[in-house]
């Protein structure tokens, strides 16, 4: 009975609406980029259906930390739901789920609302413009181009400070290397 009871409730959840759609469709709109469900939810094609990340396939202890994220209306809560990314849970946490539902009508502002404080991928561009620019808040190779590369100067300044003094001294090297073969090129000549 356990079982058939569980299954009841999977199908339950599988035929539930959890995906909003509304930001995914901003987002894309917003950066004219392809943007997909894997910006918050752990399977690209959103939470219903039975595959991994999906409502259909979660176990008992998965659909416990489901309804935890469902039920925390209030911001300043640790979720952990096992159909959102890290970038969703952070929604969720940041937010609360009312607040977040009230801007499925204004999706834009739910960038303002996360604020430029969290970067999760840790690339140099905030959580919210990646949001807003259709990049992907966890995937620190995919963001703004000029954004990207002052984050990863400022970040490895020092080795190309000494790339470029090594080769600047390279290059002072084989230029007297060349003066000096020549200089000796030009004594041999002037001896014959
Ligand atoms: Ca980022």
Not at 89 to 117: C, D, Q, V, W
Not at 119 to 146: C, F, I, Q, S
Request: with cysteine; proline share 5%.
């Amino acid at each position: 009975m356990k079982l058939v009871g569980y299954l009841i409730f999977a199908f339950w959840l599988s035929i539930s609406v959890y995906a909003y759609p509304e930001f995914q469709k901003f987002s894309q709109m917003n950066s004219g980029r392809t943007v997909n469900c894997a910006m918050c939810h752990t399977h690209p094609d959103g939470p219903n259906g039975a595959a991994f990340g999906q409502i259909g396939s979660l176990n008992a202890e998965q659909i416990e930390r489901l309804n935890q994220a469902r039920a925390a209306f209030d911001p300043g809560r640790d979720v952990n739901s096992p159909i959102l990314n890290a970038f969703g849970n952070h929604i969720i946490k940041t937010l609360g789920k009312t607040k977040f539902l009230e801007y499925r009508s204004r999706p834009k502002e739910l960038a303002t609302a996360l604020g430029t404080s969290s970067d999760l991928d840790e690339d140099g561009v905030p959580d919210a413009r990646e949001y807003l620019e259709g990049t992907h808040p966890l995937n620190k190779a995919n963001g703004n181009p000029w954004l990207l590369f002052v984050h990863n100067f400022k970040r490895n300044k020092v080795h190309v400070v000494l790339i470029f003094l090594a080769t600047v001294v390279t290059i002072y090297g084989l230029v007297n290397l060349l003066r000096g073969a020549h200089a000796a090129h030009e004594l041999s000549q002037l001896k014959k």
